[in-house]
Structures are given as structure tokens and as C-alpha cells.
């Protein structure tokens, strides 16, 4: 038995689609056949040559947002992270990252902030098992990978972006402990954005303001329920941006203004949104050496907070499930995902997601 998976060589390269053997399944891990998995902003990063793991350049699947559904279960592997028993059929949704258990962070409680967790990613896909990533047909689940069971209500376009995009959020906001009443500043409306506005809404955010240019995702905020929107054509400067959020926050700034566009040149201009005394949250900027110029003065005399979030604690992807099973018939989740592809046209679909036009693109293999 083979599967197809779109080989991701060098930035600027097209992919290539190969077939690898599917692997031995090892005690207590887990061969998944993907049902969707959708281009998330830092693969866009990731082709476009932005963002690297940090280690060799070698040919491997990136990927990473998408739900599966169970293929072969290894020995002694009955159910998911929760006990819930598995069956091969079943929906699983997984945290794609491997924190190792023993770093100094993980020691302290901090499992996402692992020193270890990228390089235990998988540099490679020349060697089994093979499938260490979305944009193929197949993904293994090792032993230490956190699995969570799909509730049958949930669609396979819904549960698709929990494993990063929402528990993303969810975790960020509630790291800069949003509360209710609290205005929320939303800076890009993109796979991020569109969920946070649900997630800060549900956290009992007073006012969810968000910032934008393109036509389709302002559109998008607005069926989410964003109170107002920034709109960028309308106010081309940060110094306009700015007045805005403080003309609809009586002169004050925001309680939590998040970044979620990957833009490190908001940052500036966010900061400058938040209120005395606020938070100001970092999920989108995951490019390193991007440099942006901040005044320390802004952050130490306003006692605001700057708090980053890079991946989440494996709570958050449990209650990402909760929360879409409780609040998908009041957003319109569905509509976030605009282009489905084929996996052999992996390339067109980037092509898409990088000019930005679309929310999430997504691959069905
Ligand atoms: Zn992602
Ligand atoms: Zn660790």
C-alpha cells in the first residue's frame, strides 16, 4: 500500500507529489487518513520563505491544521487522549506538535513553549513513517501526540482548523485573560481573526473591533458578529487606525488588542491601541528576523503587557471541539473555508492563499 504526499523542497520550488509505503504502525501510535487539511498563514510563511523550522532544508510535507479520520491503530492503542474508545473510521483531531516531556519549559507546565517540540517535528519524509505532516494522503500520530475523538455533529470544514487556527486563539486570549466587557481589538481578519472574533465574543468581549483591508474577509467579520471594522482603504494611516479605535473606546484604547497578520510592522500601531494599563497579545508574527521598531516607553509608563503565544496547551484543542460543538449554529464557521483543492493541485491552491484573497484554502486529498 502507498500514499500520495506534496513534497515541499525549497521556497520559491513547487511541490511535487510523490508516494511513500505506508508505514509500520509502532505500539500506541497512529496512522490517520487525512480528510482536510487547510493552509494555514504559516505554511503561506513557509513557501513564500519566510519562516523555517530552524534545522536542514530537507524535502518534507508541511501542513499542519486538519482533521483525519482513524486508519490503523498500533498495538495496544484502544482510545484518545480523553479515554474516549477509538475505532478505525473514527474522526480524530491531534495536536501537531511533539513537546518532548523533559525540557526545562515542559518541566514547568509550559508543554507549548517546549525548546525540543519543532525538531521532533520530522525534517525529513524520505524515511518512514513517512507522513509527518498534512498535505498528503496519510499522517502519523506518534505514541506522545495528544488525540482527540471528533463529535459526530461536528463536519470535517468545522473541525478542520481546531487543531491550530482556533485553540490558537482560544489559548492566546485567554492568556491576556480576556474578561467580560472588555473591548477587543482584532488586527487582521484572516484563519486567525475570524475565530478570534467568535472566541473573544464567547469570553464575554464587550466590543470586537476589527482591523482589515480585504473586501471578502471584512465581509466575513461582519457575519461573525465584529461590532465595528477598521477598514484599511478607509483609513490608510496607523495614526488613522489608531484615532479610530480610541474615538470608539471614549479616548481610551482597547482592553486586548491581538495581532493576527503576520505583519510585524502592526505591531507599532497595535500597541498603540491598547489602553493604559492593557494587554497586547502576539500570535501571527512567527517569522524570524522581521524586524519592527516599538517605543519601550509606550509598554513601561502605560503598564501595558505584551504577551506571545507560538502553539497552545493541549487543553485548549479539547475545548476548541466544546466550544464549536456549542456555538457552530450561531457563526457561520463554515463560510471560512472558501476553495477546496485536490492535493495535486496543492500548488494552485498557494497560489491563492498567498495573494490573501481567500480565508483558508483548503486540500481534500
Ligand atoms: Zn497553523
Ligand atoms: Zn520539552
Not at 463529535?151 to 482548523?161: G, K, R, T
Request: glycine share 12%.
Amino acid at each position: 500500500m502507498k500514499g500520495k504526499a506534496a513534497i515541499f523542497i525549497k521556497a520559491g520550488k513547487p511541490m511535487e507529489i510523490v508516494e511513500y509505503p505506508l508505514p509500520k504502525v509502532q505500539p500506541g501510535a497512529m496512522l490517520v487518513k487525512v480528510k482536510r487539511a487547510n493552509i494555514c498563514g504559516s505554511d503561506v510563511h513557509m513557501v513564500q520563505g519566510g519562516f523555517s523550522w530552524g534545522g536542514p532544508e530537507l524535502p518534507h510535507i508541511i501542513g499542519h491544521e486538519m482533521v483525519g479520520e482513524v486508519y490503523e491503530l498500533g498495538a495496544g492503542l484502544t482510545s484518545d487522549s480523553t479515554g474516549q474508545p477509538l475505532k478505525v473510521g473514527d474522526r480524530v483531531t491531534y495536536c501537531y506538535f511533539r513537546p518532548c516531556g523533559r525540557c526545562y519549559a515542559c518541566l514547568h507546565g509550559q508543554s507549548h513553549a517546549c525548546a525540543e517540540t519543532l525538531a521532533r517535528l520530522g525534517m525529513t519524509s524520505a524515511e518512514p513513517p513517512h507522513f509527518l505532516g498534512a498535505f498528503a494522503e496519510y499522517y502519523y500520530i506518534y505514541p506522545d501526540q495528544v488525540v482527540y475523538k471528533v463529535p459526530d455533529e461536528l463536519s470535517d470544514e468545522l473541525v478542520a482548523p481546531a487543531n491550530c487556527a482556533l485553540s490558537q486563539v482560544l489559548y492566546g486570549l485567554h492568556e491576556v485573560h480576556v474578561e467580560t466587557g472588555d473591548t477587543v481589538v482584532l488586527q487582521g481578519a484572516g484563519g486567525l481573526g475570524i475565530n478570534a472574533i467568535a472566541v473573544a465574543r464567547e469570553m464575554g468581549a464587550g466590543m470586537v473591533i476589527v482591523v482589515e483591508q480585504h473586501p471578502e474577509r471584512i465581509k466575513l467579520a461582519k457575519a461573525f458578529g465584529a461590532d465595528y471594522i477598521v477598514d484599511i482603504n478607509e483609513f490608510p494611516t496607523p495614526r488613522e487606525r489608531t484615532g479610530q479605535v480610541r474615538r470608539l473606546t471614549q479616548g481610551r484604547g482597547a482592553d486586548v488588542v491581538a495581532e493576527l497578520t503576520g505583519i510585524p510592522q502592526v505591531a507599532r500601531e497595535g500597541i498603540g491601541m491598547v489602553r493604559m494599563g492593557g494587554r497586547y497579545l502576539w500570535i501571527g508574527n512567527i517569522n524570524p528576523g522581521k524586524m519592527v521598531e516599538i517605543d519601550p516607553s509606550a509598554v513601561i509608563l502605560g503598564n501595558r503587557t505584551i504577551v506571545g503565544t507560538g502553539r497552545y496547551a493541549p487543553w485548549a484543542l479539547y475545548r476548541a471541539l466544546d466550544f464549536l460543538k456549542r456555538t457552530k449554529d450561531k457563526y457561520p464557521f463554515e463560510s471560512v473555508l472558501s476553495h477546496s483543492f485536490k492535493l495535486e493541485d496543492i500548488n494552485a491552491a498557494f497560489e491563492m492563499a498567498v495573494k490573501g484573497k481567500v480565508t483558508r484554502a483548503s486540500i481534500v486529498p
